[in-house]
């Protein structure tokens, strides 16, 4: 990490926030300031739709549980089908997402997504046999796959290297907003208005995703050189220079244009063997250390620990969308790589405090100190998490795979992910009838290993171009 790498807009000071301008790296300060045009915000917050609908998906089961359980007479077995049927979808969306979004650009992937997400929220909102139910959820996890891959690409390739982090972070904000205020929004309406409302930030981004550009480095994949550097100049502001970036974009993609774009089993070459373990490995340890048994059951966790669970989930949500936050604004500054370090470390140490409070009960001693840690345990956990290993694995894996493979790459990092987030999630209550201690320090070992995996293997990625991180990363891919 250079010691003159700048800040980044969001941690600017005020001065410049009424200028508009940020400080570009070393290279470029010399000879001229990086503006933040507000064509690239405005693409930035359209993309970043498709993260709420993520978000307001995954967060709508919880309040409607009561609702659409007692109207529509469902046992708790129909409704625990509803809701994780909605990660099925999401595997099948992603294992197709890399290919949609190749082949017709990232502009309309959202818009295919968003197509989905909204007739699934309609058969949702006016189902009356459970049949229905389970369609639109599924048709909602398939859009919300495509978009978890789609929007932390698109916005990582129309980003400026010195802000991309920041920027790509979003996508992670976003869905923990979307989680939030669909908790809170349902707290008062009723579950049919609630999927009604699930329908408004999908509109939204299909109405707005014709007046953003498309990727530049998509539109120079396949063919469109001019329309790449026009897109380029408009995401950068009508007086920057350009010529630079699109140079090394054009060269780039053109070298690439002598490999054939590789299928998912063409990845398992040893050219691309150090991004694949990478973005992969991420993937999986995210989902191993625990994070969708520990946000899915955290009542549940509180309750066998002695504790409240409502006191206990307000506590852990208030924490979640500020240290969302703060991980965004320090992206750019600290780097990914001390991130990643800091998050895996901090959800290793909860992990660990919410085993020792089920150790205690399980020995019969200092019981009054067991919800104590098990609180503690989850928010550490939380926050940490939040801070860097619920976005940075996104991040990274939007930067490291080169264009030509970049959709292969993307839907196999992405279809791993759902993946294992499934079986975490339905293993978790079958190991916490195992052994709650147990569970709680599997996941505190797989959160330690997640160190060493950063420490040895992950790249630090910021202040870099995407072209000079995937040429370091797979440094066969441009030699003929």
Known sequence: MEPSQSWTPLLSNTESQVHGVITCDKQMMQSETCSMPATLILTTLVAVFGSYVFGSAVG???????????ELTLEVADYSFFGSILTIGAIIGAFVSGRIADCVGRRVAMGFAEVFCILGWLAIAFSNVAWWLYIGRLLVGCGMGLLSYVVPVYVAEVAPKNLRGGFTTVHQLMICCGVSLTYLIGAFLNWRILALIGIIPCSAQVLSLPFIPESPRWLAKVGHLAGSENSLQRLRGENANVSQEATEIRDYTEALQQHSEASIIGLFQLQYLKSLTVGVGLMILQQFGGVNGIVFYAGSIFISAGFSASIGTIAMVSVQIPMTILGVLLMDKSGRRPLLLVSASGTCFGCLLVALSFLLLDLHKWKD?????????VLVYTGSFSLGMGGIPWVIMSEIFPINVKGSAGSLVTLVSWLCSWIVSYAFNFLMSWTSTGTFFIFCGICGFTVVFVAKLVPETKGR?????????????TKT
């Not at 089961?61 to 007692?70: C, F, K, T, V």
């Not at 171009?465 to 891919?477: R, V």
């Open 465 to 477: 171009t995407l072209e000079e991180i995937q040429a370091s990363l797979n440094p066969f891919s």
């Open 60 to 70: 709508y089961s919880s309040p409607a549980q009561s609702g659409i359980m007692d």
């Open 369 to 377: 100190l067991s919800p104590i840690l098990a609180l503690a345990g």
